[in-house]
T-cell receptor, first 108, second 113 residues
Framework: GIQVEQSPPDLILQEGANSTLRCNFS?????LQWFHQNPWGQLINLFY???GTKQNGRLSATTVATERYSLLYISSSQTTDSGVYFC??????????FGKGTKLSVIP | DAGITQSPRHKVTETGTPVTLRCHQT?????MYWYRQDPGHGLRLIHY???????DKGEVSDGYSVSRSKTEDFLLTLESATSSQTSVYFC????????????FGQGTRLTVV
């Protein structure tokens, strides 16, 4: 099956700093999504982005499908951005496969 | 709000007993998924459904079965619970018209003692 690798596995930021999270995948995909899991365990969909660039407030994402990677940018980070960020892909089999996530800690 | 609820939210059960978790959705999503989340493993797919009575196995399906007799409900059954099935279980939905994103339920924390 398709492999999804996220980096870095852990990231500690000072409040106000910017960061870039990366997701590499091993095959062509027709669906790529980013999720945030908050410290209470809730999973929130951030972006549906199989290709191109999207922005939502301080967050933006870019997927370069031909090179099999996606990037999630977080600008001016806040403590509420803490949690785990997951990338998930689907390659035509209805199965949404997740990476192992990037754990982000934003400290005041 | 994507209209997805899981029940129960917490359950403690004994080894060898059957357990059924329920996922209910109200927005006519075609696809439904069951994942388990364990430290160090992220989210791993157990089973998924692409329509009523249409289901298939995911990465970690051994020891689990599912049923989807109507669009709204996707049931996950542990036929005979084992301690290795202690985990947090998440249901996800996707595929409603005009909504390609996936949405997750609140999760069910299952402890097998």
């Amino acid at each position: 099956g398709i492999q999804v690798e996220q980096s870095p596995p852990d990231l500690i930021l000072q409040e106000g700093a910017n960061s870039t999270l990366r997701c590499n995948f091993s095959d062509s995909v027709n669906n790529l999504q980013w999720f945030h899991q908050n410290p209470w365990g809730q999973l929130i969909n951030l972006f549906y982005i199989p290709s191109g660039t999207k922005q939502n407030g301080r967050l933006s994402a870019t997927t370069v499908a031909t090179e099999r990677y996606s990037l999630l940018y977080i600008s001016s980070s806040q403590t509420t951005d803490s949690g785990v960020y997951f990338c998930a892909v689907e390659a035509g089999s209805y199965q949404l496969t997740f990476g192992k996530g990037t754990k982000l800690s934003v400290i005041p | 709000d994507a209209g997805i609820t899981q029940s129960p939210r917490h359950k403690v059960t004994e080894t060898g007993t059957p357990v059924t978790l329920r996922c209910h959705q109200t927005e006519n999503h075609r696809y439904m998924y069951w994942y388990r989340q364990d430290p160090g493993h992220g989210l791993r797919l157990i089973h998924y459904s692409y329509g009523v009575k249409d289901t298939d196995k995911g990465e970690v399906s051994d020891g689990y079965s599912v049923s989807r007799s109507k669009t709204e409900d996707f049931l996950l059954t542990l036929e005979s619970a084992t301690s290795s099935q202690t985990s947090v279980y998440f249901c996800a939905i996707s595929g409603a018209t005009g909504r390609p994103e996936a949405f997750f339920g609140q999760g069910t924390r299952l402890t097998v003692v």
